[in-house]
């Protein structure tokens, strides 16, 4: 013990940095100097233990309030960490926030719930010229300032954040002041600014994006200018039209989207998607999108892997074959569901180089079985098929077992079945 209190307090909260907070506040009990050192770790992480009991969080208060006010303003914070979620007072959460800024953090992520109201985020926070990762979960409110600065924020994650500003956009203001902004995060993007809602999106650097939105009555055009996006992952009601979409480094897209029929257009996204190389489709919704647009669906020549979500057993495979048919590339299909359907009066024929193919739910049935011979037919490149299958005891799994092995397929195509119980 005597060896560690002869070194400096800075070696020893770096040593400390390595527990978990309230496991290294135990330590203040070892002498009068080590009161403190605890707290002035740059790296905390605030989690209440009774995290599922909803009720007062005074406890907890008391032990950040103690953590974030002991006298440590010589040693910066590099991340903060707040996960609570009991109801926190929001003038609280701002006496932390201020005392946090004044250490220069550099990652903060704060997920809490207000007490009867939304937490107010103090306006210094998109000021803050150190902040490297900003997350906000649960309920905040907002009011961006006009000289609002993030010169090194690569990482922003807002979720029910609402803004008060009605006088500019308030996404378009926080971009152009991110720079090296690179991943950007919004959860209940619909309605998340004060009058009409905003949706220009705009940057230059943005690598990583996603976007979910809950279904809206109010259709506001959607702008997705980003050159350097790499990943998207959007949830959405599709809007009356998108103005603009620059996606030209687009690797990989997730997609979520709704139509509103007679209202909705996604002719200038789907034409976006142009150079993607992964798609998902995790939703029927989306499927139907690409087939009632499917006249602006372009040839996806770098397309490699495609998977498409089915649900229930009314999902109609006309939706299916499009995409596949414009994807001259394509390597590797999966179907995401159940694989029985419903017949359809106009079947398409597939001509496709696909190699790969991965059934992720399979039970068995007659209609099964039909449309698993139907894609070993038309999918005459397969060398592989991957079927995670399920029975409800060991006989019934056996039969489904030798039904797919018996399927007329080429000789170059290997079926590799993992089965479990229901």
């Known amino acids: 013990m005597d060896r560690i209190n002869g070194l400096s307090d800075d070696i020893i909260c770096h040593i400390l940095s390595f527990l978990p907070t309230k496991q290294s506040a135990l330590t203040c009990v070892l002498s009068k100097r080590w009161r ?21 969080a005074q406890s907890f208060i008391d032990f950040v309030d103690r953590v974030l006010v002991a006298p440590g303003d010589a040693f910066p914070i590099r991340k903060l960490s707040i996960k609570c979620r009991k109801s926190i007072d929001s003038g609280q959460f701002t006496c932390w926030m201020f005392d946090v800024l004044k250490r220069g953090v550099v990652n903060l992520d704060i997920d809490v719930i207000a007490y009867k109201e939304a937490i107010l985020v103090p306006v210094e926070m998109f000021t803050c010229r150190t902040m490297v990762e900003l997350k906000l979960a ?50 209940n993007f619909g309605s998340w600014q004060y009058g009409r809602c905003c949706r220009s999106l705009s940057s230059s650097t943005l690598k990583k994006l996603t976007i979910q939105c809950p279904d809206q009555f109010e259709f506001w055009d959607m702008t997705l200018d980003a050159p350097s996006l790499t990943y998207l992952e959007y949830s959405d009601l599709v809007p009356r039209e998108y103005p603009a979409v620059n996606l030209e480094s687009l690797v990989e897209a997730k997609l979520d989207l709704r139509l509103s029929f007679g209202t909705s257009n996604p002719t200038n996204l789907i034409k976006g998607l142009t150079n993607v190389e992964v798609l998902d489709l995790s939703s029927v919704a989306t499927s139907e999108m690409f087939y009632f647009f499917c006249e602006v669906i372009p040839v996806f020549s770098n397309l490699i892997h495609l998977s498409i979500t089915t649900d229930l057993k009314f999902y109609c495979w006309k939706h299916f074959p499009i995409l596949v048919e414009r994807s001259p590339n394509l390597h590797t299909l999966v179907i995401k569901g159940p694989l029985h ?3 359809c009066k106009h079947e398409f024929g597939l001509s496709s180089p696909v190699k790969v193919l991965k059934i992720t739910e399979y039970g068995g049935k007659s209609g099964e079985l039909k449309r698993m011979k139907f894609f070993l037919e038309k999918l005459s490149c397969l060398e592989l098929v991957k079927v995670l299958a399920s029975a409800i005891n060991d006989k019934e799994m056996s039969r489904i077992t030798k039904d797919l092995l018996m399927v007329p397929r080429s000789s170059n195509c290997n079926i590799k079945i993992k089965s479990f119980l229901k």
């Open 341 to 343: 359907a419903n017949e």
């Open 138 to 187: 649960k309920r905040f409110e907002a009011l961006l300032p006009d000289d609002v600065s993030l010169p090194s924020l690569k990482t922003l994650f807002l979720d029910r954040i609402f803004f008060y500003n009605a006088d500019y956009c308030v996404l378009g203001k926080i971009l152009s002041a991110s720079p090296v902004l690179e991943e950007l995060t919004i959860c």
């Open 36 to 56: 403190n050192l605890f707290a002035l770790a740059q790296d905390l992480h605030l989690v209440d233990d009774d995290a599922l009991e909803v009720g007062c």
